[in-house]
């Protein structure tokens, strides 16, 4: 490598290590989620998630005081062969096990030369015995959790254990109609989805026909109607909230698909009109007039010039307005609540209802998070497009 | 707009219905769901909790009262609101520093590596992300054991180097700004994408011109890029301030606004949806909007600007 080469990456050492720091510390906590969730539910309470790959709890306490004369797999001594279900079964508990230890076996102190465990590390070791004879089967990773979120189960171990055995709580069936428990994920995803394909699509379309007049109609009050529009763009939601809502209990659209696509519907226009018309209005101005001049009416120019050239501005706003739509809480507990429960809203219950079920939690959270992050991979490109125009191009 | 005068009979030839025609579903469903509604809060915050009556009604004998601003007085001056204009304070304080600050700070590192798109995509990845999902993220990273084992990364690590496990989120004072922590990593992403832009548009030559003149990277980016994009900084910042205000479901979930950590917008739900006093609810909603009016205008401005440059 030549100095000046060298030199060159040195001076660069110092950006490299800010900027990896960041993106280290920046990704780290989706990835304590991401862990944690795949992880069996007696592992998240017992050890944090970066200790996933370490060795099974109690396995260092075997080697110190077992290992030597069971060996590694327990199964050294055949008249105490620790891999033997029915025989662990006996000791499974750290005061049995610690009973048994002080015991003398053929005459001889049960652990010869070898200190005695104190109580903490019995259970440790008692722990582990459980897990070596198979007595307790818990793989490092599962998926049980995700299954639990999905079909709303509130148990205290896990849904298929507890089917396997017949002993579900009485809301759960065991069979595909779990899916539909309205406490499940599942439920709460179709719900999700069905808020957010229409909620998406309306203000869109609405948009279009707004932008196009504002781009190339004139009309009388043009110009201050759509400095009015920048300006409701930031007027808060929560502004709407209180009268929607009781306009809404009049009509009986509270707790409705419908009404709370209009709400979005209404609430996105602003800001996808502007978009659009920003977009719209800078399209080349002659395009228009000789498709005017050929005697095409407004109804051809927008559907054959303005649409199919916007494209990309609709691309951009689609995705906003599908995140927007699908991470949103306020309005869908305002106005969907418990009566048809999206994931916001049913995660949200989780967190406060069962404060340390985390791995129930971040299996919930997790499931939420699949559908936005593959759109926002998919299409970073719109997504940052539709954001520097909104914000910086005017 | 001289241009667009020559212009005008060939579209006058679809008639003078047609706009509004286009126009029409769009300024209906914005005059019930935007206009219908401001108007309407603005009247409920002089009524009573359910609007059945003027708000004075509600004035209780020998406490102070505001009349018919009763609400007003409540949104202005009660403690929890005060409380929540302190926090939401703070909010603007520390996340729309935070956030600019370090979308400034990654927009330039990264503008100088090759695994630019990478890095910007993963600071970037948070915003497409619920409040609720990052909510869910940040507790647990939160977490506090009252037991041995602390489950939470951050506790574990205090544990680790022997400081003792702190409650993040019902300590005061660390509570908040715990909850900011969260906003700023959700948010920061949004101020490099914007900001990392206008740096790209800053003239190469200009950068260039000042390094063979002598200065160095520091005073490049001070006195030559930061002036260069400061427009585009104001933007940013003004956004943020309004995203801020508006700051809700954070709150929400991860605290609820307990432990004092309420803010404006998560008093307002509550008003509404736990105490059920809709007077109060517009009053605070009016506060909100009023606070946010400067922003409206600086929006406006900035709009009119552009169009006159066009």
Same mark, same amino acid.
């Given at each position: 490598m030549n100095l000046e080469h060298f030199k060159r990456w040195l001076g660069n050492l110092p950006v490299h290590v800010v900027l990896?720091?960041?993106?280290?510390?920046?990704?780290?906590?989706?990835?304590?989620?991401?862990?944690t969730s795949f992880r069996p539910f007696q592992d998240v309470?017992?050890?944090?998630? &970066?200790?996933? %790959?370490?060795? #099974? !709890? =109690?396995?260092r306490e075997y080697q110190q005081f077992c290992a030597a004369c069971h060996g590694g797999r327990g199964d050294a001594i055949p008249n105490a062969d620790l891999s033997n279900p029915d025989l662990v079964q006996r000791y499974r508990r750290s005061f049995t096990l610690m009973a048994a230890l002080t015991q003398e076996f053929n005459g001889q102190p049960h652990m010869g030369e070898v200190p005695l465990p104190n109580e903490n590390q019995a259970a440790l070791i008692a722990t582990y015995l459980r897990r070596l004879s198979g007595l307790e089967v818990r793989p490092r990773f599962t998926l049980d959790n995700y299954i639990d979120a999905i079909v709303g189960y509130r148990g205290t171990r896990n849904?298929?254990?507890?089917?396997?055995?017949?002993?579900?709580?009485?809301?759960?069936?065991?069979? &595909?109609?779990? %899916?539909?428990? #309205? !406490? =499940?994920?599942?439920?709460?995803?179709?719900?999700?989805?069905?808020v957010t394909i229409p909620a998406t699509i309306f203000p869109i379309l609405v948009a279009a026909f707004a932008a196009y007049a504002f781009s190339w109609m004139e009309f009388p009050g043009r110009q201050w109607l759509f400095a009015l529009l920048v300006g409701v763009q930031i007027v808060p939601l929560q502004m709407a909230l209180i009268p929607v809502s009781r306009l809404y209990a009049q009509v009986g659209l509270n707790g409705t698909f419908p009404g709370i696509w209009m709400f979005h519907t209404g609430f996105g226009l602003p800001y996808a009109i502007f978009l659009t018309r920003n977009f719209m209005g800078s399209l080349p101005r002659e395009l228009f007039e000789s498709a005017f001049l050929e005697g095409a009416s407004h109804w051809t120019a927008f559907t054959r010039l303005a649409i199919p050239l916007t494209v990309p501005a609709i691309a951009s706003l689609a995705i906003f307005q599908f995140l927007w739509v699908w991470n949103d809480l306020l309005v869908a507990l305002v106005f969907l609540g418990g009566t048809k429960p999206v994931l916001t809203?049913?995660?949200?219950?989780?967190?406060?209802?069962?404060?340390?079920?985390?791995?129930?939690?971040?299996?919930?959270?997790?499931?939420?998070?699949?559908?936005?992050m593959m759109v926002f991979f998919a299409f970073q490109r719109y997504f940052i497009r539709g954001l520097l125009a909104g914000s910086i191009k005017g | 707009m001289a241009k667009e005068a020559a212009y005008v009979p060939n579209i006058l030839r679809q008639g003078r219905w047609v706009p509004w025609l286009y126009l029409g579903p769009a300024l209906i469903l914005m005059s019930i769901f935007i206009l219908y509604p401001g108007l309407n809060t603005l009247y409920l915050s002089f009524r009573n909790q359910n609007g059945s009556d003027w708000a004075y009604t509600t004035c209780l004998a020998g406490q102070p009262c505001w009349g018919i601003f009763e609400n007003y007085r409540y949104a202005l001056t009660s403690s929890i609101m005060r409380?929540?204009?302190g926090n939401n304070?703070?909010?603007?304080?520390?996340?729309?520093?935070?956030?600019?600050?370090?979308?400034?700070?990654?927009?330039?590192?990264?503008?100088?590596?090759?695994?630019?798109?990478?890095?910007?995509?993963?600071?970037?990845?948070?915003?497409?992300?619920?409040?609720?999902?990052?909510?869910?993220?940040?507790k647990f990273v939160y977490d506090y054991g009252s037991s041995q084992v602390q489950i939470g990364l951050l506790n574990a690590l205090i544990t680790s180097l022997g400081g003792r496990p702190v409650s993040w989120l019902t300590e005061p004072q660390i509570n908040t700004l715990a909850l900011i922590v969260?906003?700023?990593?959700?948010?920061?992403?949004?101020?490099?994408?914007?900001?990392?832009?206008?740096?790209?548009?800053?003239?190469?030559?200009?950068?260039e011109a000042a390094r063979v003149d002598g200065a160095n990277e520091w005073t490049v980016f001070w006195q030559i890029r930061v002036p260069l994009i400061l427009p585009t900084i104001a933007v940013v910042i003004t956004t943020m301030i309004i995203n801020v205000l508006k700051i809700f479901d954070i709150v929400y979930v991860m605290t609820g606004g307990n432990y004092g950590t309420e803010v404006i917008a998560n008093r307002l739900y509550i008003e509404m949806y736990?105490?059920?006093?809709?007077?109060?609810?517009?009053?605070?909603?009016?506060?909100?909007?009023?606070?946010?009016?400067?922003?409206?205008?600086?929006?406006?401005?900035r709009f009119r600007a552009q169009e006159a440059m066009r």
């Open positions: 990896l720091g960041l993106c280290f510390i920046w990704l780290l906590p989706t990835l304590g989620l991401l862990v309470n017992e050890t944090g998630w &970066w200790q996933v %790959l370490d060795p #099974p !709890r =109690g396995a849904y298929r254990t507890d089917c396997a055995e017949g002993v579900q709580s009485v809301d759960l069936f065991c069979d &595909w109609r779990d %899916l539909g428990n #309205p !406490r =499940g994920m599942g439920r709460a995803l179709i719900n999700s989805l069905i809203y049913q995660i949200s219950n989780l967190v406060t209802s069962l404060g340390g079920g985390w791995h129930l939690l971040t299996a919930a959270a997790f499931i939420s998070m699949i559908l936005p | 409380t929540a204009f304070l703070k909010w603007i304080l520390f996340m729309v520093s935070g956030t600019v600050l370090l979308g400034l700070l990654i927009a330039t590192l990264a503008d100088r590596v090759r695994y630019e798109a990478l890095a910007k995509a993963i600071i970037f990845m948070p915003m497409a992300i619920s409040f609720v999902g990052a909510g869910v993220i940040w969260v906003g700023i990593w959700m948010w920061t992403g949004f101020c490099m994408t914007v900001l990392s832009a206008a740096i790209k548009g800053v003239p190469a030559e200009l950068l736990t105490s059920y006093n809709t007077g109060r609810a517009a009053a605070i909603a009016m506060v909100l909007t009023v606070i946010i009016i400067p922003a409206i205008i600086f929006n406006i401005r």
